[in-house]
């Protein structure tokens, strides 16, 4: 049964590739109105799930019509609330009854996962409808006031946004005005102004073809399917609590062993989260601009960057780039608008969102303490490791190993899924990292020192000044920068009404 959901998995996310070069091409927005777009997306999306999860797919439909009442009758003061708590409630309760009435320990392809991207949405849209249509525009930051909806969808769109074929199977999470723009065709426009501020004019260019980004992250797939298939069998993270192994092996074998199961242990989801992305790519959903050499982007939804995973140097840095849509999501409904300990805060969502499996919580608890200490002893001693360039690579190689051993010894319990396994290990290495993670920041002071204050603010400026510059290129949305790269751009009359949300 385990085998025949992963296939079931894969064999509709093949099929959803197969039907996103279809929807691009066939149903492109030049050619079919955005209604029949909608109603095809989300068809699709509602086909796959009855094919994947037969009736529990309802699930689906129920948690979205519910939530869309919600915000139609509650008002966009309170909405956001009220359907922060039915979503996150509605996907606790069907993780209660699939793991401990039906498969406990089947960590499978399953009905909840799908749930897990709709609440998501739900509760993404309801607060960018909050912010858009209750908030006054000062109190709203940068973010907020980008993503913020001035309108109410109807249930289509709603509907379509929650349920589409692209992302209704493994994501990920996109912002629902970004949705709306690709399926209405204004990904790549770009209105400008005239100088006197009064006439706006349309230009069009050449479409990007995603043809080679799908390419490259479907080779990406291949890769961590064939590595997951051989070397990831032969490395199980539950060796790492063998009586055996436990017995004999000595402490370098035990902290490599653990390095390399937990490594291991990744490709699975980088071929899920990279194969989703080549979907959404695949129907022409992801153009992020181009970037400072002129190369279109595809990564406007990507949820993972493999090379800065694999070579993290801080917790931090881990984190921000492994699951990324869901890091932002959390940003965006939790971090940012907690009134305290906005981190805890986070880290507690993050864990009832996941699953009711102990291991989770665990992984969530320990991750809290890590992230702390890993941010107190940054701002402690990273800016005694500055210059020379010798010391700052002596510093990056320490705090890679370090990131690498913490992060395994973090997630172990979230593979394991199971309170007396996790605990095992734990016990095995005699809580040394959740010891070491707690004096550090009992006993290093929590504030930066002056220098270190004045090295991260520097940091922040030149980081800031790199983004803006990048955002600068990818802001133009591919056409101003393009002048050097494209040819041909034609002035048009305005077919297409400038995003209004």
């Not at 079919?32 to 999860?53: D, E, K, W």
């Not at 949305?477 to 305005?494: C, D, G």
């Amino acid at each position: 049964m385990y085998s025949l959901l992963q296939v079931n998995f894969v064999v509709c996310q093949l099929f959803a590739l197969l039907a996103a070069v279809w929807f691009r091409i066939y149903l492109h927005s030049s050619k079919t109105s955005s209604f029949i777009r909608h109603v095809v997306a989300t068809l699709l999306g509602l086909y796959l799930s009855l094919f994947c999860f037969g009736w529990y797919a309802l699930h689906f439909l129920v948690q979205s019509g519910i939530s869309y009442y919600i915000m139609i009758i509650i008002g966009v003061e309170n909405m956001h609330k009220y359907c922060f708590v039915f979503a996150l409630g509605y996907l606790t309760v069907c993780q209660i009854t699939r793991v401990y009435i039906f498969d406990y320990g089947q960590y499978s392809a399953d009905f909840s996962g799908p749930m897990m991207i709709i609440t998501q949405k739900i509760t993404s849209l309801a607060y960018e409808i909050h912010d858009g249509m209750f908030r006054k525009e000062e109190e709203l930051t940068p973010s907020q006031r980008g993503l913020a909806v001035r309108r109410m969808p109807s249930l289509l769109e709603y509907l379509s946004y929650n349920c589409n074929f692209m992302g209704i199977l493994a994501g990920p999470l996109c912002s629902y005005k970004d949705y709306i723009t690709f399926i209405e065709g204004r990904s790549y426009q770009l209105t400008q102004s005239e100088a006197n501020g009064k006439e706006e004019i349309q230009y069009e260019k050449t479409e990007p073809s995603p043809n080679v980004a799908v390419l490259q992250k479907l080779l990406i797939c291949g890769l961590s399917l064939l590595f997951h298939l051989t070397i990831s069998k032969s490395l199980p993270v539950e060796y790492n609590i063998d009586d055996h192994f436990q017995a004999t092996a000595s402490l370098p074998t035990k902290v490599i062993y653990l390095y390399v199961s937990l490594m291991a242990a990744r490709p699975k989801y980088y071929f899920a989260w990279t194969l989703a992305d080549a979907i959404n790519n695949a129907a022409g959903f992801g153009f992020k601009g181009y970037d400072k050499n002129g190369q279109e982007c595809w990564d406007l939804i990507s949820n993972l960057r493999i090379r800065q995973i694999e070579f993290s140097t801080s917790f931090k840095m881990f984190l921000d780039n492994w699951n990324i849509q869901t890091a932002l999501w959390l940003k965006r409904v939790c971090y940012e608008r907690a009134s305290f300990s906005p981190t805890i805060q986070t880290f507690i969502l993050s864990a009832i969102w996941h699953g009711v499996y102990p291991g989770y919580y665990l992984t969530f608890l320990t991750g809290m303490v890590m992230t702390l200490a890993a941010r107190t002893m940054r701002n402690n001693i990273r800016h005694y490791f500055i210059e020379p360039p010798e010391v700052k690579l002596f510093y990056d190689v320490i705090t890679w190993m370090a990131t690498q051993i913490a992060i395994s010894y973090t997630v172990v319990p979230f593979v394991l899924l199971s309170i007396k396994p996790s605990i095992l290990f734990f016990s095995s290495w005699y809580y040394c990292l959740h010891i070491a993670g707690i004096l550090v920041v009992i006993l290093l002071p929590g504030k930066k020192t002056i220098r270190g204050k004045k090295i991260q603010q520097e940091d922040h400026l030149s980081q800031s000044k790199k983004v803006e510059e990048e955002q600068s290129l990818l802001g133009q949305n591919s056409y101003l920068a393009t002048n050097n790269v494209r040819s041909q751009q034609k002035k048009v009359t305005p077919r297409y009404s400038t995003l209004k949300q």
